[in-house]
T-cell receptor, first 111, second 113 residues
Framework: SQTIHQWPATLVQPVGSPLSLECTVEGTSNPNLYWYRQAAGRGLQLLFY??????ISSEVPQNLSASRPQDRQFILSSKKLLLSDSGFYLCACSGQDEKLFFGSGTQLSVL | GENVEQHPSTLSVQEGDSAVIKCTYS??????FPWYKQELGKGPQLIIDIRSNVGEKKDQRIAVTLNKTAKHFSLHITETQPEDSAVYFCAASLLVRDYKLSFGAGTTVTVRA
């Protein structure tokens, strides 16, 4: 079964600073990869998904971008963070069985 | 697109009692219905799922039922324990290569000892 590595676990960044969150997946090839955001006490909002290297679909317009430089690597970035970017960011993947599995998440606080 | 509604938003049960969470979906083409459990500060964990060709599935104290005609599905937890306290999310999707799950808003379950 696949393993999702996501880091860091927590991150505190000042407004206007850049962001790079990385996610790598083991145990599966050619997975679909996803970035979700969860505001405190709220549901799961899909930000980006990717069905292959270099293929990124954005679900909501925002201050963030995503890239997939390798088959099992997914990166979430921002050039300048906003206060509203604070939240719990989750990487997820689905493989041949099409079940969706989540990583452990990154708690981002923008101050 | 698919719209999933989940009820209740909070649920408090006495240890040993049963908990039931209900979800409805809008797209009759949806054919995959997973449930996730999220503990504080952690990512959601897939606990059980069901496909539209099955009406019920059980795994120890957890069961899920699906009514395709009414477009609703439910999670049943029997003999609840304190470790069942968490936020539970239902979801629905059409299983295609680039499928995306539509999630419910979540139910916070508290099991009272």
């Amino acid at each position: 079964s696949q393993t999702i590595h996501q880091w860091p676990a927590t991150l505190v960044q000042p407004v206007g600073s850049p962001l790079s969150l990385e996610c790598t997946v083991e145990g599966t090839s050619n997975p679909n990869l996803y970035w979700y955001r969860q505001a405190a006490g709220r549901g799961l909002q899909l930000l980006f998904y990717s069905v292959g290297i270099g293929q990124i679909s954005s679900e909501v317009p925002q201050n963030l971008s995503a890239s997939r430089p390798q088959d099992r690597q997914f990166i979430l970035s921002s050039k300048k963070l906003l206060l509203s970017d604070s939240g719990f960011y989750l990487c997820a993947c689905s493989g041949q069985d099409e079940k969706l599995f989540f990583g452990s998440g990154t708690q981002l606080s923008v101050l | 697109g698919e719209n999933v509604e989940q009820h209740p938003s909070t649920l408090s049960v006495q240890e040993g009692d049963s908990a039931v969470i209900k979800c409805t979906y809008s797209d009759s083409a949806s054919n995959y219905f997973p449930w996730y459990k999220q503990e504080l500060g952690k990512g959601p964990q897939l606990i059980i799922d069901i496909r539209s060709n099955v009406g019920e599935k059980k795994d120890q104290r957890i069961a899920v039922t699906l009514n395709k005609t009414a477009k609703h599905f439910s999670l049943h937890i029997t003999e609840t324990q304190p470790e069942d306290s968490a936020v539970y999310f239902c979801a629905a999707s059409l299983l295609v290569r680039d499928y995306k799950l539509s999630f419910g808003a979540g139910t916070t379950v508290t099991v009272r000892a």
